[in-house]
């Protein structure tokens, strides 16, 4: 049975240490919307790293779909076991950096490819429970001046926007640009647009497609691309590339072939690696803007719902994003794919949240439903796992664009006055074009020089909710 809140206090769940558990159907509901789009689109997103564990990493494709369930499994603990209000997924902006090093001669076989995977994982485990353990990490997210907030945001916005339009347009917009376009366009349109929103009280039925956050476009984006021939779910040999049944999970293959209770555990020397401990420092960074973010995004939210209590901690965020990455690494080793935040699903969510509790019971129920019962044991349905092939590069496009929108208006309604507005956008594409620590001290440089050490913000949420 559900058990249910009283006004303005927190959704019920069972406490276990600085962690709260909360159990689907006891407490939390079940929401549609959010249900349909995890069957296919967060399915999709958590399939998009499979040609990449086929082709450069040696696995078979039931290997790497079992991977991508365990890594799916582990970041829907996020909302569920551990009780934080996001959403969470990758960090993503740091996935081409580390297949860019990772994926070279440098380490040509797939044992030590895998060694490094779990290098990389277990030094940004280290990171986070340290600093998690210490506080220093809530001190750090506490006192960060307004602008290196909002720069970081807006780094992650232009780099996001970047890997769509420059990076990957040549192997995925310009092949299927009809697609990729209806996909983008009509997400924005529903999540965002002012005419839209404006008629959603006037047009019921615009509500309900509305409702559905990225699942119309999406779809939309399947019809037109299978119409126009973008997309095909046959192969060269006209073979359909749609299977039935159900897939047996290899879990004893994928075990001896990625673990290091298997391939053996990465030398201290890989860990301490300068190149290995900064590609984990810069996830850091990046995972940092991610929990800013996902803090921001909700601060309008808020004041919509005083029904529901949210819980922030930013302790607790670093401790258990900190586990999720200890248990990958010695499980399925795929950095950096356990981070604290998907924000376009994250802004959908919160989104139909903040529409009233008639609406969403709980934020939690929403974004339990979009994890649960929408990501890990349907990889297992082959009719899923296989269809969606083709949809892979959209539903990682998609995510892209609206983290890339969605960072962009939270960076810029952050700065009070022009100067922090130009130190924003400065430090945001310092950030998303030279390297990682190189932008990061060019943002912290023009923060300082530019507006002084007092730019604390103090109207911190994390302090309102924390203390």
């Not at 232009?158 to 983008?184: E, G, T």
């Not at 983290?403 to 208006?409: K, L, V």
């Amino acid at each position: 049975m559900l058990m249910k809140r009283k006004d303005g206090e927190s959704q019920p769940g069972i406490k276990w240490g600085p962690f709260t558990l909360r159990i689907p159907f006891v407490h939390t509901g079940f929401e549609g919307p959010e249900f349909l789009q995890g069957i296919l689109v967060a399915a999709a997103t958590g399939l998009a790293l499979v040609p990449i564990m086929m082709g450069a990493m040696g696995l078979t494709f039931e290997e790497a779909v079992l991977m991508s369930m365990i890594s799916s499994f582990l970041i829907s603990t996020g909302p569920i076991l551990f009780g934080e209000p996001f959403a969470a997924g990758w960090i993503t902006p740091a996935l081409p950096l580390v297949l860019s090093y990772v994926l070279t001669e440098q380490y040509p076989t797939s044992v030590e490819r895998f060694q490094v995977m779990a290098a990389l994982s277990l030094d940004l485990s280290i990171i986070l429970l340290v600093l998690g353990i210490t506080g220093f990490g809530k001190i750090i997210i506490e006192k960060i001046p307004l602008a290196m907030k909002g720069a970081i945001i807006m780094g992650a916005a232009i780099a996001a926007l970047k890997r769509v339009f420059l990076d990957d347009a040549a192997n995925n917009l310009d092949k299927m640009p009809w697609s990729m376009w209806i996909a983008m366009g009509t997400c924005l349109l529903l999540a965002f647009s002012i005419p839209i929103q404006k008629r959603k009280a006037e047009w019921p039925w615009l509500a309900k497609i509305a409702s559905l956050g990225l699942l119309p476009g999406f779809l939309l984006a399947a019809i037109v691309g299978y119409m126009n021939g973008e997309l095909s779910w046959v192969d060269e040999a006209g073979q359909s590339l749609i299977q039935s049944g159900i897939m047996v999970p290899p879990v004893e293959s994928l075990f001896n072939k990625v673990s290091p209770f298997s391939i053996g555990f990465p030398p201290l020397s890989l860990m301490l690696d300068p190149d290995v401990l900064g590609l984990a420092f810069v996830a850091y960074i990046i995972l940092f803007g991610d929990i800013i973010t996902g803090i921001e995004v909700l601060r309008g939210a808020i004041k919509k719902r005083p029904d529901e209590k949210l819980d922030f901690d930013s302790t607790r965020t670093h401790l258990s994003t900190g586990i999720r990455n200890g248990l990958m690494a010695l499980f399925a080793p795929m950095f950096p794919t356990q981070g604290s935040l998907w924000t376009g699903v994250h802004v959908i969510i919160v989104n139909r949240w903040s529409e009233g509790r008639e609406k969403m019971d709980s934020l939690h129920s929403g974004i339990a439903s979009y994890y649960f019962f929408g990501v890990p044991i349907l990889f297992l349905f082959l009719p899923i796992s296989t269809g969606l092939r083709p949809l892979l590069p959209i539903a990682l496009a998609l995510t892209l664009v609206l983290t890339g929108f969605a960072c962009a208006y939270v960076a810029m309604d952050i700065p009070r006055n022009q100067a922090e507005r130009g130190t924003v956008l400065f430090g945001g594409m310092a950030l998303a074009i030279f390297p990682p620590f190189y932008g990061i001290v060019v943002a912290i440089a023009a923060a300082v020089l530019l507006l002084g050490f007092n730019d604390h913000d103090p109207d911190s949420l994390i302090e309102q909710t924390e203390d």
